[in-house]
């Protein structure tokens, strides 16, 4: 039996998903550049109106901490990235090869993603901690002193929070890339060996060309989601000492939901996204994502 169909009917179909998509997405994101042009600081109601570019010429001529947030935010997305990726090409390389209990070391790889940011941080915050954490065994044993606070001290807060980054990010990557690993077909490395390919010839002709696209994807989702990162460094470390650790997004709940200044924290959260939106764009162009090669 025959259904009319309509010029009208996919656009039917497709409306509710349109509808969710501008409920959702777009009205936020409209929302927020109104308001980044407005004074809107509910502490000074009576300054409270329109602004124009006020806001945006404070935090880029005005505003050092926005540049220091900023660059921050920069440091922590490359070193974590480019740490998260290597450690997870190395742990998924090893899970992919055949071995006894391979299913328990791939479980116990995979876990400390399944952890949420503030759990993470309480356990990390327990490693950390001068009284009851590793650095007091390690003091028992010679190794440093009893007062080693690395969360305090200006000079190892940014390492330690890169560990702790470490530990709960290099599993993503794992994952992805594993998946991608086993999609290999096994006859590309046979023939290789019998043409004398050595192991490292077979990973960077045969592996890394395979994976280009997983990887161009998943660096770029996890700088993005590293460059947002807000749970685990203001559970941990609050963006101190001395703003050393505070990201962009950090500054922005300091200044949107502590200080109240709403008008300036949607400035601050419209330059996110401008600076976010051209390093996708520019990512994806320079490394020619799908681009067959």
């Known amino acids: ?12 179909l497709i409306a509710p998903a349109v509808v969710a998509m501008l409920g959702f997405l777009v009205y936020p994101m409209g929302s927020v550049i109104y308001y980044s042009l407005q004074h809107y600081d509910v502490t000074q109601p009576w300054d409270n109106g329109f602004a124009g570019l006020e806001n945006f010429r404070v935090l880029l001529f005005e505003d050092p901490l926005f540049w220091q ?6 440091k922590w997305v490359v070193v974590e990235v480019v740490l998260q990726l290597l450690f997870g090409l190395a742990l998924a390389l090893i899970v992919n090869e055949t071995f006894i209990g391979r299913a328990v070391s ?10 949420s940011g503030v759990l993470t941080t309480g356990i990390w915050i327990l490693l950390y901690n001068p009284s009851t954490g590793i650095f007091r ?8 002193s009893y007062d080693t606070a690395p969360l305090a001290d200006p000079s190892t807060v940014f390492t330690a929070a890169v ?13 992805l890339l594993l998946a991608d690993l086993q999609t290999v077909s096994g006859d590309l490395y046979e023939a290789a060996s019998v043409d004398g390919a050595s192991r490292i010839r077979r990973f960077v002709h045969i592996t890394l060309p395979h994976l280009k696209d997983a990887i161009i994807l998943s660096t770029l989702l996890r700088a993005v ?41 949607s400035a601050l959260t419209t330059a996110a996204f401008v600076v976010l939106t051209f390093f ?3 990512y994806l162009r320079l490394s020619k994502f799908g681009a067959r090669t």
Do not use: C
């Open 1 to 12: 039996m025959r259904v009319a169909r309509s010029p009208r009917t996919p656009y039917v």
């Open 69 to 74: 947030s900023l660059g921050f935010s920069v």
């Open 106 to 115: 791939r479980a116990l790889v995979f876990s400390p993603w399944a952890v």
């Open 137 to 144: 065994y390690l003091a028992d044993l010679g190794i440093g």
């Open 163 to 175: 560990v702790a980054e470490l530990w709960r990010g290099v599993p993503f990557f794992a994952i």
């Open 225 to 265: 989601w590293e460059f947002n990162n807000v749970d685990l460094l203001y559970t941990l470390t609050g963006g101190g000492p001395a703003h050393q650790t505070t990201t962009l997004p950090l500054y922005v709940a300091a200044k949107a939901v502590q200080s109240h200044d709403f008008g300036y924290g």
């Open 280 to 282: 996708s764009i520019a």
